[in-house]
């Protein structure tokens, strides 16, 4: 069943893009002034995985006010889960990626609480994954960091 739903998502919305809110509250950055986030990405195959990782934190590298930390340093979080679809009748991947992200902003009150501001869903031909990887990275820019940076 699983399969199939992501078949549908990678055809029925090859790309959506919803903003469900922002925090517009000034983020508290690190010592060194950096916005501080963590990276967390969901996949079955453990190459795609580090490779959406790696260009992930490569992107994120470019902006020069952000720094990656550990889950329990951060303030924000991006969240990824990836799906490589295969065909029913063989088993084969289908050359394709569904790609669902959201961008999480820790309260400042308490670490434990989040708030869900930005969520996306998004498909790929797996030669175009590294192109995705910058569109989420750009779209956490945008969205999250220019409305605190102001």
Not at 11 to 28: D, M
Not at 113 to 132: F, I, K, R
């Amino acid at each position: 069943m699983l399969k199939k739903i992501a078949i549908g998502i990678c055809v029925i919305t090859p790309v959506c893009f919803i903003c469900l809110g922002l925090s517009l509250e000034p983020a508290p950055a690190n010592a060194a002034g950096k916005y501080t986030v963590y990276v967390n990405v969901t996949v079955e195959d453990e190459n795609t995985k580090a490779f959406i990782e790696s260009h992930i934190k490569r992107e994120l590298r470019s902006l020069q006010d952000v720094a990656i930390v550990h889950f329990e340093d951060a303030r924000y979080e991006i969240r990824i889960a990836a799906i490589e679809p295969t065909y029913e009748s063989t088993g084969r991947k289908t050359g394709r990626i569904a790609v669902a992200y959201n961008f999480l902003i820790k309260h400042h009150l308490t670490d434990e609480a989040y708030h869900e501001s930005c969520l996306g869903v998004l498909s790929y031909s797996t030669q175009n994954l590294d192109e995705g990887c910058k569109s989420i990275v750009t779209k956490f820019d945008i969205f999250i960091l220019e409305p605190v940076r102001e």
